[in-house]
């Protein structure tokens, strides 16, 4: 719910602001849009190279492809589990919906705003078996589950436009990647649950 009231937030402010930037809007062409992205969620990198169709300033469809890595495998411990597995590598294709806000901050120079990428990761399912171990590590048990092939990929970030071919990007990536549950080895009953990804993103823009 909270990244629908983000992406309501930055249409209410492009709503408020539109007067504000008509005169980029008159001479506005549809453009091709390269990107360049690298992704850091934790455990979690993900590459990808995508190309987006901006209708405007404001709207654009794309499609990314690239990868997602386990960049530190097996052993990780915590309180309650412990996951021993060889690292994860999954290639992707990833279709997205881009939005971005009028320019916040605008000078000779550069011109930089808001945008959302959200966009849905269709990779191959993998199994994953979980070892959960007792406080003392004398008795263990094992779960296993079947990852989901798509999950949803959302990011929120800041635009710093160098000139009119490009620039590049940073903020905040959220991911429902099925890519690591727990387990509670007291409570039979307790499904395994779910972590969602949170990190940071870079993405360099080439317009075409």
Not at 7 to 25: R, V, Y
Not at 31 to 43: A, L, P, R, S, T
Not at 75 to 101: C, Q, V
Request: charged fraction near 25%.
């Amino acid at each position: 719910m909270r990244y629908i009231l983000i992406i309501i937030l930055l249409l209410s402010t492009f709503s408020n602001t539109k007067g504000q930037d008509n005169n980029d809007d008159e001479t506005f062409l549809d453009h091709h849009e390269i990107c360049f992205n690298w992704d850091f969620k934790g455990d979690i990198i993900a590459r990808q190279i995508g190309y987006n169709y901006l209708f405007n300033k404001y709207i654009g469809i794309g499609c990314g492809v690239g990868f997602w890595c386990e960049i530190e495998s097996g052993s990780l411990l915590s309180s309650d589990f412990w996951e021993d597995n060889d690292g994860l590598f999954r290639l992707f294709i990833m279709p997205k919906i881009k939005l971005s806000t009028p320019y916040i901050i605008k000078t000779n120079r550069i011109k930089i705003n808001c945008f959302t990428d959200n966009g849905w990761m269709l990779n191959r399912k993998f199994k994953r078996t979980i070892t959960a171990w007792n406080e003392d590590f004398s008795d263990k048990k094992e779960y296993s589950f079947t990852s989901k092939n798509g999950s949803y990929n959302f990011s929120l970030g800041l635009f710093c436009k160098l000139s009119d071919n490009g620039g590049f990007g940073v903020g905040y990536s959220f991911s429902t990647l099925d890519y690591s549950k727990k387990v509670d080895y007291y409570n039979e009953d307790k499904p395994l649950s779910k972590e969602n990804l949170n990190g940071i993103f870079l993405t360099i823009n080439i317009v075409l």
